[in-house]
């Protein structure tokens, strides 16, 4: 049977400014290959500039990937319609997101007019549930935007999300705009949607500490390039590739200082520089980096619970 959705080497580039007359091509993500169970929370880490966001773009067709295919239910991801119904998205930052000019009821109503053919009883009725879920009152729909918390914000969208029962909903970095407290209580509601409802999640983050609490998976993104992926538990007590580890490192532990660690001057956590080549793209930051990291790129390695793109495992 089928994986719920499944990411088959997909690929994107965008143009960039190379020169003052030149252009190139900027490779985002690079042959990006996972697949997502039903009622299971993926996680997905790396740095800024690691490509995480643009494969949220991907699967909510909001762009469209150079190469390779994404299916859901074995079936590839060509209507728009039918991925706005089963795959919905929530964005890092919920004031932009919600319409300031708009009631909560109209945005809560929109995905219903666009997506269902429900009455407008049926649809204020769907509403009222959605909101519930979230711990929010459907007394609440007359109010705009702006007369909430940011917590409560995120929760209305959350909310959106959910109220055409979608199989997935791509969440990216959908708690680092709050605070720790709201953090919690955002991440224990998705916690217990994922429970009520049997839905699944892909669940992006640049904080890898979150992933311990919200996911059952976790992949690890670098330059586009999926470098571990496997059980929270494996990676996590387990790292195999020097970039998770490098991550893991980082994780402020309470009681102890933030030590930035740095590879050859380059301070860590940085912006994402690649090596270039036909080599490991990690190999100039890479401690382990040895000749044959420089001439070919390590192919996944993988085992029951943990794949890992790495000569030094």
């Known amino acids: 049977m089928p994986a719920l959705l499944s990411v088959r080497k997909i690929s994107k580039s965008y143009k960039e400014n190379t020169g003052v007359f030149a252009t190139g091509k900027k490779i985002v993500l690079d042959k990006v290959s996972f697949e997502l169970e039903s ?8 740095e800024s500039g690691s490509g995480k966001s643009t494969l949220a773009r991907q699967i909510v067709m909001l762009e469209h990937p150079d190469s390779g295919e994404i299916l859901l239910h074995g079936e590839s991801l060509q209507s728009e319609a039918r991925v706005h119904q089963k795959i919905r998205m929530i964005f890092q930052n919920p004031a932009a997101s919600l319409n300031p000019h708009k009631r909560i009821y109209q945005q809560l109503e929109e995905p219903l007019i666009n997506n269902t053919a429900l009455s407008q009883s049926e649809r204020s009725s ?21 007369m909430f918390s940011g917590g409560q914000r995120q929760r209305i969208a959350i909310a959106r999300a959910l109220i055409v029962n979608p199989e997935i909903i791509v969440a990216d970095e959908a708690v680092s705009a709050l605070d720790v407290s709201v953090q919690a209580q955002v991440l224990n509601l998705i916690l217990d949607l994922k429970d009520e409802m049997r839905m699944s999640w892909l669940f992006i983050t640049h904080d890898i500490s979150v992933v311990n609490v919200i ?13 571990e992926i496997g059980s929270v538990k494996d990676v996590l007590e387990n790292p195999l590739h020097p970039y998770t580890r490098k991550l893991l490192q ?42 044959i990291c420089g001439e070919t790129e390590p192919p996944m390695i993988s085992s029951a619970r943990q794949s890992v793109a790495c000569f030094k495992v």
Request: charged letters at 20%; glycine letters at 10%.
């Open 250 to 291: 980082c994780v402020p532990k309470v009681g102890t200082q933030l030590k930035i660690i740095s590879t050859e001057g380059m301070p860590y956590p940085s912006a994402v520089f690649p090596s270039m080549g036909s080599g490991c793209v990690y190999r100039n930051r890479c401690p382990l980096v040895d000749k």
């Open 126 to 146: 769907r509403i009222k549930q959605s909101l519930e879920r979230v711990g929010m009152g459907a007394d609440q729909v007359s109010r705009y935007p702006h």
């Open 215 to 227: 996911a059952d998976r976790v992949m690890v993104l670098y330059a586009g390039k999926v470098m």
């Open 39 to 46: 009622a299971q929370i993926l996680a997905v880490v790396g």
